[in-house]
């Protein structure tokens, strides 16, 4: 069975200027989530969804980020414009439904902006 | 604030030796932890887990305890190998199912 994928693997942008993370979660997992880890440091959620719905978006800094999950299924997250401190890894995961089920993460995209 | 991850940032294991990873945590009505592995490159990945009802948990090669009375936890390694070369982080649900990451112990494993 495929796990989460995640595309681009690696993106190297200068700041200001728009990126896209795309991520196809595991088939029949209804919860998606994004994830940003800087180097060093644990993960830290962005946003959770629950099929089509944001319902956890308290991390996501609104002014410049936003995510999308049309039809419950593929998601994803924009930056624009991107800023020299979002250089990070982005993780998605996915999840079953109900509490404590196992998040599985995608591979992530390496994010440098210059 | 963070809840979890007070971790050594590094340790390093002769390949055989078993190897103990250390998390502290600052919740006490936590119930609920998960280790993590995460190799370069990767994203992280389940090893195991332990809820508050228990003190001890076994996996394959894997052994994690809790104490609560001093809100720690640790995953011990068995034999540990080159493989095993990775950052593990303790990680807690929230209410909200949002994991709490700690820094994470990036283990080398000596050959």
């Known amino acids: 069975e495929a796990g989460v994928v995640q595309s681009p693997r690696y993106k190297i942008i200068e700041k200001k200027q728009p990126v896209a993370f795309w991520c196809n979660p595991i088939s029949g997992h209804n919860t998606l989530y994004w994830y940003r880890q800087n180097l060093g440091q644990g993960p830290e959620l962005l946003i959770r969804?629950?099929?089509?719905?944001?319902?956890?978006d308290s991390q996501l800094p609104k002014d410049r980020f936003s995510a999308e999950r049309l039809k419950g299924v593929d998601s994803t997250l924009k930056i624009q414009p991107a800023e020299l401190g979002d250089s990070a890894v982005y993780l998605c995961?996915?999840?079953?439904?109900?509490?404590?089920?196992?998040?599985?993460f995608g591979p992530g995209t390496r994010l440098t902006v210059l | 604030g963070e809840s979890v991850g007070l971790h050594l940032p590094t340790l390093s294991v002769q390949e055989g030796d078993n190897s103990i990873i250390n998390c502290a945590y600052s919740n006490s009505a936590s119930d609920y932890f998960i280790w993590y592995k995460q190799e370069s490159g990767k994203g992280p990945q389940f090893i195991i887990d332990?809820?508050?009802?228990?003190d001890k948990r076994q996996g394959q090669r894997v052994t994690v305890l809790l104490n609560k009375t001093v809100k720690h936890l640790s995953l011990q390694i068995a034999a540990t190998q080159p493989g095993d070369s990775a950052v593990y982080f303790c990680?807690?649900?929230?209410?909200?199912?949002?994991?709490?990451f700690g820094s994470g112990t990036q283990l080398t494993v000596l050959p």
């Open positions: 990680a807690e649900p929230g209410a909200a199912r949002q994991l709490t």
């Open positions: 969804y629950e099929n089509e719905e944001a319902v956890d």
């Open positions: 995961a996915s999840s079953e439904d109900g509490p404590y089920n196992e998040q599985f």
């Open positions: 332990i809820r508050s009802n228990m």
